[in-house]
């Protein structure tokens, strides 16, 4: 079946400008995280949605992150005013709650949003 | 302290040898631990994950917990250049998301 879809796959912007990015989780998964990953960093926590539990927003960095996901599936997140410190891959991740068969509450990650403020 | 620790390497070993990455954690309360690789450029893939002190096998890959210790850690035998790539260790955030390592980058020479 598909994997997570992220889009676009790369984002060039300028300092200021406002940017969306989105996530298309495997179908059936009902959890949703976003992290970012800084070059030779580790992974950031920023967000996870769980069904329609308020979303654990713990990891956003600042006011300027936001994110939301619609009918429990398609996920946005969007970074305003951006800076040249917001460049980073933003990664998507989906897991489902039950017992995969490997790990229960494995992650499965997208291919990323390359993201560079200029 | 930081919440889950890995060195950065690189680590290099050569074709055949067997590889160790280690990763020591700060919450004893921890009880699932968990090891994605990451390829240059792509995303992580989970490989392993353990919950109990011990080893744990799957294939080339063994997992070894040791809770009093605070430490995992990831053999990789007979390995292979296309073993090389950053090795994450991650821990659970409350019932919710993983806390990542940096991750140990792991170069295999032919």
């Known amino acids: 079946g598909a994997g997570v879809s992220q889009s676009p796959s790369n984002k060039v912007t300028e300092k200021g400008k406002d940017v969306e990015l989105r996530c298309d989780p495997i179908s059936g998964h009902t959890a949703l995280y976003w992290y970012r990953q800084s070059l030779g960093q580790g992974l950031e926590f920023l967000i996870y949605f769980q069904g329609n539990s308020a979303p654990d927003k713990s990891g956003l960095p600042s006011d300027r992150f936001s994110a939301e996901r619609t009918g429990g599936s398609v996920s946005t997140l969007t970074i305003q005013r951006t800076q040249q410190e917001d460049s980073a891959v933003y990664l998507c991740?989906?897991?489902?709650?039950?017992?995969?068969?490997?790990?229960?509450?494995?992650?499965?990650f997208g291919p990323g949003t390359r993201l560079t403020v200029l | 302290q930081k919440e889950v620790e890995q060195n950065s390497g690189p680590l290099s070993v050569p074709e055949g040898a067997i590889a160790s990455l280690n990763c020591t954690y700060s919450d004893r309360g921890s009880q699932s631990f968990f090891w994605y690789r990451q390829y240059s450029g792509k995303s992580p893939e989970l490989i392993m994950f353990?919950?109990?002190?011990g080893d744990k096998e799957d294939g080339r890959f063994t997992a070894q917990l040791n809770k009093a210790s605070q430490y995992v850690s990831l053999l990789i035998r007979d390995s292979q250049p296309s073993d090389s790539a950053t090795y994450l260790c991650?821990?659970?955030?409350?019932?919710?998301?993983?806390?990542f390592g940096k991750g140990t980058m792991l170069l295999v020479s032919p």
């Open positions: 353990i919950y109990s002190n």
């Open positions: 991740a989906s897991s489902s709650p039950t017992l995969s068969g490997r790990a229960e509450g494995e992650q499965f």
């Open positions: 991650a821990v659970p955030r409350g019932y919710s998301t993983l806390t």
